[in-house]
């Protein structure tokens, strides 16, 4: 009995579970339904519209006194444009941008101090201005032993000088004269007539290739550097914090890689112009670009023309920055600067039969600073003179050989430190000592240049002209307080 009671509530727990969900499930089901038919998505608001009534007021308004306006840029560029038409935006801007123009007019940074050469140093063609301009009608005196043959064509080229007024070009061609007018022999001139000589012309041109100069750099970072043993005349001299660069001058010296190149000083620009040579540097000093204004340098700057360099990638900037001289020559020839040049006025080339000196100069060294001490020795089986720099051979990296040279100058100079940055003067106008060496012998020297736009003339010390063996010429310019021992 007691077993048939527990099954029965069981039955009923579990029918009366049952029966609560199925009620559930459809008053679920029921209460869907209703809603997805009476359920309706409420209606968007609608805007209020409110009128307002405007009521006078009895009491007069109060004035607030308005926000004081900002300067802007010390311009105040609307005060003058209150009473306006607000169309007038253009002229506006127009306003604002004059009014910030005129104030940036005001401003002045001051120029750091330059110590320009004197007036008349100062060559004539260096004149920014194109100093001797041709006044037509004026007389252009030629040398007798500089005209060729042809009276048509020497009339014809008088006659374009006369009517150049004040052209730079032409002008600057009559400034020139003489040697100018002998090298248009064979040009086609303004008037479209080609110039004939008449009578025979010589085999060899007086005239030759203008010679390329370029800044090369002597820091540690920088060596080895390429091309030095390519050049007909090297130049070294002290730039500023001790250290030295070259200027390197290409004649007959042809180099397909040339550097690292670097920045211009005012002492590399005047001994550039000495050669009339056209001038590769890549950047320079402010007086130095004052120096290429005033003497009027034609100059290949990379900052400029950087077409004709290239940065190598084996080394880090800034003395990884190279050029070649096909590539400076071609510039020039785009620039307009491949004038042809009257040969000579170089130095004399010696006879192995003239006496030099009896001093025995096998080895010379030069202290300029303590990570430039320069050396040279004297190879009597090949008759010229190896480079040395801090007791290491001094070599090319363009063809991995030592640098070597026949001839040797020692240049001794007044040079001081002229400002805070270290930059050096060099006193290269006036007279001076030096040393020549030669075939392991030494004499003394003296030099001499009269003004900035002249030559340097080197002397032996008895006054006879200085005379050196063929090849490439290294001139070592050292200051009074380096030390040189042979």
């Known amino acids: 009995m007691n077993n048939f009671l527990i099954n029965e509530k069981k039955v009923w727990t579990f029918s009366l579970t049952l029966s609560v969900i199925i009620n559930l499930v459809i008053l679920a089901a029921i209460s869907i339904y209703w809603l ?22 009895t009491h007069k308004p109060v004035t607030v006194a308005p926000v004081e306006e900002a300067n802007i840029a010390e311009l105040n560029p609307l005060k003058d444009i209150q009473n306006q038409d607000v169309n007038n935006e253009p002229q506006i801007q127009s306003e604002i941008a004059t009014e910030v123009q005129q104030k940036k007019e005001q401003v002045t940074i001051p120029k750091p101090p330059i110590d320009l050469p004197d007036s008349e140093m100062i060559s004539e063609s260096g004149s920014p201005s194109g100093a001797k301009l041709v006044n037509p009608g004026e007389n252009i005196d030629v040398p007798e032993d500089l005209k060729w043959q042809g009276v048509e064509a020497e009339n014809t080229l008088k006659a374009q000088f006369e009517r150049s007024g004040q052209s730079t070009r032409l002008a600057r061609l009559a400034e020139e004269g003489a040697e100018r007018i002998e090298s248009t022999v064979g040009e086609t001139l303004a008037t479209g007539e080609l110039a004939i000589p008449t009578g025979q012309v010589e085999k060899k041109s007086p005239f030759s290739k203008r010679p390329i100069s370029v800044i090369i750099e002597n ?19 002290m730039a500023e914090g001790g250290i030295t660069r070259f200027l390197a001058i290409y004649n007959e010296g042809v180099a397909d890689n040339v550097g690292p190149v670097r920045s211009a000083r005012p002492y590399f620009v005047m001994k550039a112009a000495e050669h009339n040579a056209i001038f590769a540097h890549a950047g320079g000093s402010v007086e130095a670009y004052v120096y290429m204004k005033e003497m009027n340098i034609d100059t290949i700057d990379e900052f400029k023309f950087f077409q004709a360099f290239w940065r190598s990638k084996d080394r880090k900037a800034p003395h990884n920055l190279y050029t070649s001289i096909a590539n400076l020559r071609n510039q020039a020839q785009r620039l307009g600067y491949n004038k042809p040049v009257k040969g000579g006025g170089g130095f004399q080339i010696r006879t192995p039969q003239e006496a030099l000196g009896t001093e025995d100069a096998s080895q010379v060294e030069i202290l300029y600073a303590g990570d430039y001490r320069v050396k040279y020795t004297w190879d009597p089986a090949q008759r010229i003179y190896r480079r040395y720099i801090n007791g290491n051979p001094h070599v090319d990296s363009l063809n991995g050989q030592q640098i070597k040279t026949p001839n040797l100058i020692i240049q001794i100079t007044e040079q001081k430190v002229k400002d805070e940055e270290g930059r050096i003067e060099i006193t290269f106008v006036g007279k001076g000592t030096g040393w020549i060496l030669l075939d392991g012998k030494a004499a003394a020297i003296r030099w001499e240049k009269n003004s900035i736009g002249e030559k340097t003339n080197f002397y032996y010390a ?17 200051s009074t307080q380096n030390k040189v021992a042979m």
């Open 36 to 57: 997805s038919i009476k359920y309706e998505p409420p209606l968007q608001d609608e805007p209020m519209v409110i009128q307002v009534l405007e009521i006078p007021s």
């Open 219 to 237: 820091a540690p970072a920088a060596r080895p550097q390429a091309g030095l043993s390519k050049a007909d005349i090297v130049y070294e001299i």
């Open 462 to 478: 008895d006054g006879r002209d200085l005379k050196i063996n063929p090849g490439a010429l290294w001139i070592e310019v050292v």
